[in-house]
């Protein structure tokens, strides 16, 4: 079965910088859109950026100019840079990917990792 596995969070100071990492595994035949969400306490899950397969981004304005999306396909990998982090990114951050899985043709199913927890510390 298709699964994605996210890596790269942790505790970072105010103003410092990770990179998340999502790569994706299993009967995969395709994979399209591929995005980042995250969840704050006590806030619903939004969207922070997604990147389709032309690779056109899209940002949440609360990450424009700050986090950068892209995606290795040959890894079938995405990846967040963040930089100029702040208190208010600190959430768990899911990874997200319209993936064919070979197993289940010709439906495209939407596939989520596990979260990594990001923390910004002041």
């Known amino acids: 079965q298709v699964q994605l596995v996210e890596s790269g969070g942790g505790l970072v100071q105010a103003g410092g910088s990770l990179r998340l990492s999502c790569a994706a595994s299993?009967?995969?035949?395709?994979?399209?859109?591929m995005g980042w969400y995250r969840q704050a306490p006590g806030k619903q899950r939004e969207l922070v950026a997604s990147i389709p397969t032309g690779g056109m981004t899209n940002y949440a304005d609360s990450v424009k100019g700050r986090f950068t999306i892209s995606r290795n396909n040959a890894k079938n990998t995405v990846y967040l840079q963040m930089n100029s982090l702040n208190p208010e990114d600190t959430a768990v951050y899911y990874c997200?990917?319209?993936?064919?899985?070979?197993?289940?043709?010709?439906?495209?199913?939407?596939?989520w990792g596990q979260g990594t927890q990001v923390t910004v510390s002041s």
């Open positions: 997200n990917a319209a993936i064919q899985d070979s197993r289940r043709l010709p439906y495209e199913y939407d596939y």
């Open positions: 299993g009967s995969i035949l395709r994979i399209n859109a």
